[in-house]
């Protein structure tokens, strides 16, 4: 059994910043890939931000310079790090977490999703 916790959220005013936080714990053997992922009301969920084990980074081009993902191997969590923050970026946040059980087993969980609002 794995648990992702998110936290981080809430209101924050145009060229503000936020950090969001993804904690996993429980039966882990080992983490891949940690991502973030949004959805806006009325949309798609869509890929935001995402790191492998190694620390490779990648992001959706609208959050490129912007928004900054991170890991702490040690503590299973992922960061991501929002700067400079748009009305456009107001969505709830999910952050998704490739798993590696201790039997050999790989899965994909989700977290509650933490909103974030920006305003104009």
């Known amino acids: 059994q794995v648990q992702l916790v998110e936290s981080g959220g809430g209101l924050v005013q145009a060229g503000g910043s936020l950090t969001l936080s993804c904690a996993a714990s429980?039966?882990?053997?080992?983490?891949?890939?940690m991502s973030w992922f949004r959805q806006a009301r009325g949309t798609q969920r869509e890929l935001v931000a995402v790191?492998?084990?190694?620390?490779?980074?990648n992001y959706v081009d609208s959050v490129k310079g912007r928004f900054t993902i991170s890991r702490d191997n040690a503590k299973n969590t992922a960061y991501l790090q929002m700067n400079s923050l748009k009305p456009e970026d107001t969505a709830v946040y999910y952050c998704?977490?490739?798993?590696?059980?201790?039997?050999?087993?790989?899965?994909?969980?989700w977290g509650q999703g933490t909103e974030v609002t920006v305003s104009s």
């Open positions: 998704n977490v490739e798993i590696r059980s201790r039997l050999g087993m790989v899965s994909f969980y």
């Open positions: 429980g039966s882990i053997f080992s983490i891949n890939n």
């Open positions: 790191i492998t084990s190694g620390g490779s980074t």
